[in-house]
């Protein structure tokens, strides 16, 4: 058996299932991974990935195997491990996996060495933790490396930060940068499961429900429109005044947090950045106030303030819970801060991983075949790629559209024609 660290490999049998169940989901990625097995783009590569380990990135490490690498996994959250499928990856699909939901600081971080002992030579990350291990405390490993990936909006601009201050130590492409990622993932996928993971955790009714979303990125915007959908009102708060514009338009009522804090029956943080929740807002919450994040780190909500203010803490129900204010007043705090989607529900459905997972793979192919001839900066991914995605997900999806005639393609590039 391959080294691994996983709650229990009984539970591979359920696994399997729920891997297969999304793979029906993930024809794009499908695809790809018979070319991988026919073409074999990865031969050799030792990867180390840190990856949200659900069904969606199972079907992702076979395709990445497929293609002839050695795949080590670890999870990118503590509470985001669904370990039926971590079971089956080592089981069935003999993947070295180091993930167990609901682990210590400790143990994640021993699983992400565990993984970085595998001495990549590349590495595929959500959120930069591996990055970051091998820039502060791992250097020796850079020789082998060719470059990596990296899933996320925070990572993203985690990587952007080193690579400004020249410190940046080997190549990185952007895959939430592609327009077949951050379009759909980030707007359709997190809108989806931000509020699956809020109702399974509270079970309530959202319609007529104040909802207030923190941030109006394409997180936030899908948020905010999947909310409205059911029915909730909806407040924006933003920093930007694009984006801040842009919510306006959309129909949404726009203001600070200050204000929104005592309207609010439902607050979702989904800016990336630090304290977006914090003493002022909490000393203002209605009594009950449901408060999440679906932020990348748990870093959203200032639970050490809130803790001060409480007189008591208790779990109410499975990822929920009632910090006890010294007014008297209950805020409950769901999934510990942590990614809502992930912890509570199952994180952005197949259909859209698909999407997200054909960009890692062709990502890593393209690293893979330019390896010696990048910089270490962070690289876009290419147009190439993003429209083959965006072309095999219609095709899979049945979607027909139209060609530019040779009349209308002579009118776009001419300059005569006008009035
Ligand atoms: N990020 C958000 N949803 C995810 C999923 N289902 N699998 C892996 N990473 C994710």
Redesign the pocket.
């Given at each position: 058996m391959i080294k691994h660290d996983v709650k229990s490999l009984s539970l591979a049998k359920a696994g399997r299932k729920k891997i297969e169940w999304?793979e029906r989901q993930m024809d794009v990625l499908r695809q790809i991974r018979v070319r991988f097995s026919r073409e074999k783009p990865l031969a050799g590569v030792r990867m180390a990935a840190c990856?949200?380990?659900?069904?969606?990135?199972a079907n992702?490490v076979r395709t990445l195997k497929a293609g002839g690498a050695q795949v080590a996994l670890c999870a990118?959250n503590p509470l985001?491990t669904q370990d039926e499928v971590a079971a089956s990856l080592v089981k069935d699909f003999n993947i070295a996996v180091y993930a167990i939901n609901n682990v210590d600081r400790q143990k994640y971080y021993r699983h992400i060495n565990a993984v970085l002992d595998l001495k990549p030579n590349l590495t595929m990350d959500?959120g930069a933790d591996l990055v970051s291990v091998i820039h502060g405390q791992r250097k020796n490993l850079v020789k082998n490396i060719f470059g990596g990936t990296e899933?996320?909006t925070t990572g993203v601009i985690r990587l952007k930060a080193l690579a400004d201050q020249k410190k940046l130590l080997y190549p990185i492409v952007a895959v939430n940068d592609a327009q077949t990622k951050h379009f759909f993932?980030n707007r359709y996928?997190?809108g989806q499961?931000t509020l699956d993971g809020i109702i399974r955790a509270t079970n309530w009714l959202l319609a007529g429900k104040t909802v207030v979303t923190a941030g109006y990125g394409w997180c936030g915007r899908g948020f905010a429109l999947k909310a409205k959908g059911l029915g909730a009102k909806v407040i924006v708060t933003e920093v930007d005044p694009l984006k801040a514009l842009e919510a306006v338009m959309d129909g949404f009522n726009v203001m600070p947090m200050l204000k929104a804090a005592p309207l609010g029956d439902i607050f979702c943080t989904l800016t990336g950045d630090t304290h977006v929740l914090r003493a002022e807002h909490f000393g203002r919450m209605k009594d009950g106030a449901v408060v999440c994040n679906s932020g990348h780190f748990d870093v959203e909500i200032d639970l050490v303030v809130l803790k001060k203010m409480s007189v008591s803490v208790k779990t109410v129900r499975p990822f929920v819970e009632a910090y006890r204010l010294k007014n008297g007043r209950a805020i409950h705090v769901l999934a510990g801060g942590r990614?809502i989607?992930?912890a509570a529900a199952?994180?952005?459905?197949?259909s859209?991983?698909d999407m997200?997972?054909a960009n890692q793979s062709l990502a890593a192919e393209f690293v893979v075949k330019n390896r010696g001839q990048l910089e270490n900066k962070v690289y876009d991914v290419t147009l190439e790629n993003d429209h083959y995605i965006a072309k095999a997900k219609l095709k899979s999806l049945g979607v027909k559209i139209d060609r530019l005639t040779p009349e209308q393609v002579k009118y776009l590039s001419s300059w005569e024609i006008g009035t």
């Open positions: 999304a990856l949200h380990v659900t069904a969606e990135t992702l990118s985001s959500d899933e996320t993932d996928g997190t499961s990614l989607n992930l199952e994180g952005h459905p197949a859209v991983m997200s997972f």
